[in-house]
């Protein structure tokens, strides 16, 4: 009996250590996770491209339209279509240029732009939201996988831990009953049955991962949790306007002014329509000898045409206030934004500050507890004062609680990553007529 007490003695306390241990290993950094993403994300290339005809469109929205060639034979006698049988019959060719209303060139121009200057603040946002959804899917990952590898360490333990029990029970002397020996029977079936779930969430997160980078997916990530702190400092008492300042430099925002401004000189665009659109014709009229051999001189004509915009009420005056509804509507979907983001920023800074609670509360106090708990279950059971089921629930209670510390520590990071995109800002020449690519 002693030996077998003594036997468990081993097992439970070198569990004890092993399950503390962390293995040191290369793997797949999260850093370097994101950095493939966004290097192969296609929606970046996709921007730089519609930039690009963004601007192309610009300089073509400043052109004048193309002048209008006429080609005309006039006055033609339908009896004997003879070009010299009345003196008015003629061959002639005419151009004609009409110029845009007002300053419609220049607004149609400025309108491009400002919809191009967009696309460099789009891909300032992209990238931070790559980088939060590629760090989300990379600690689901991780998660899954440090639970994997805590257990299995807890694994080998039980498997000790029934060959123990079945030992003692066999033996005449044992203390060890058939109940003690079902019980770590039966936890050790529930610890491969949390096996089997975390394997599925493993494969779900690396598949979701695999999106983003592809085949690396499937590579072991890195034993370390990143240990990063928000870009700024935040405080869950800081006042309304401390939050709005937070979050007004987001490259989304940014990007909503653009459009902003885009719809405004749409509105500006609306209002030429109230000016008058002048088209300048210049004609040459060709006309041979008459019947008498006599030259007939030939005839220039020149002239102005216009639109007269009279009958406003239900075109112009329309269409101007269809544009400016068009751009309020473009204001109030950015205070929406605004309201959203300073939301969830307050309530992921809230969340963070109990994370750091509860991270500090395991690491300082549970998880020593935990573990006094399970030692002094155990010198129980080794001085006959104790039984062998509050030993194993005491070891059980203790690999609970480092998973769930770890499901903390992962948390707490993601809500880290969460706060980080909240508080993006855009950098100071994001707003550049075109990328080089």
């Known amino acids: 009996m002693k030996v077998t007490r003594h036997l ?78 009345e003196p008015m019959t003629q061959l002639s060719v005419g151009i004609s240029q009409m110029f845009p209303r007002g300053d419609t060139l220049v607004l149609a121009q400025r309108k491009k732009l400002e919809l191009a200057l967009q696309h460099p603040l789009l891909r300032e946002d992209r990238r931070a939201r790559v980088t939060a959804t590629v760090a989300q899917l990379w600690l689901d990952a991780y998660n899954a996988q440090e639970s994997i590898r805590v257990i299995e360490q807890d694994r080998g333990l039980f498997e000790h831990l029934v060959d123990a029990a079945e030992a003692s029970y066999a033996t ?19 610890l491969e049955d949390r096996l089997t ?32 702190s928000p870009a700024a400092q935040v405080k869950t008492q800081d006042s309304e306007q401390e939050w709005y300042e937070r979050v007004s430099h987001h490259p989304t925002l940014l990007a909503l002014d653009k459009r902003i401004e885009a719809m405004d000189t749409d509105v500006d665009l609306a209002r030429q329509k109230y000016k008058p659109e002048w088209g300048l014709t210049a004609q040459y009229g060709y006309r041979d000898r008459d019947l008498m051999g006599r030259d007939r001189a030939d005839l220039f004509s020149v002239g102005v045409t216009f639109d007269l915009p009279l009958f406003t009420a ?124």
């Open 8 to 85: 468990l003695l081993l097992i439970l306390g070198a569990g004890a250590a092993i399950v503390n241990a962390q293995t040191v290993h290369e793997g797949l950094a999260l850093n370097e996770a994101v950095d493939m993403a966004i290097a192969a994300d296609p929606w970046l290339t996709g921007s730089r491209h519609t930039q690009a005809a963004l601007t192309d469109e610009a300089t073509a929205a400043a052109t004048l339209p193309d002048p209008r060639m006429t080609l005309m034979a006039g006055n033609f006698p339908v009896d004997s279509f003879d070009i010299n049988q």
């Open 172 to 190: 005449a002397v044992g203390r060890a009953r058939q109940q003690d020996v079902i019980r770590a029977q039966l936890e050790l079936t529930r």
């Open 197 to 228: 779930a975390l394997r599925q969430r493993q494969e779900t997160a690396q598949m979701r991962l695999s999106e983003w980078i592809g085949s690396r997916a499937d590579d072991r990530l890195t034993s370390a949790l990143p240990t990063d």
């Open 314 to 437: 239900n075109r112009q005056d329309r269409e101007v206030s269809a544009a400016v509804g068009h751009a309020e509507a473009i204001r109030t979907d950015k205070q929406l934004l605004i309201r959203r983001l300073m939301a969830e920023l307050e309530t992921a800074t809230v969340n963070l500050a109990r994370l750091d609670e509860r991270h500090a509360l395991y690491t300082d106090q549970l998880l020593p507890q935990m573990s006094e708990q399970a030692e002094a279950a155990l010198a129980a059971y080794n001085n006959d004062d104790g039984d062998f089921a509050e030993a194993v629930r005491a070891r059980i209670a203790e690999l609970n609680a480092r998973i769930e510390a770890l499901v903390i520590a992962v948390e707490r990071q993601k809500t880290i990553v969460q706060i980080n995109y909240l508080l993006a800002r855009a950098s100071p020449d994001s707003a550049q007529p075109v990328d080089n690519y």
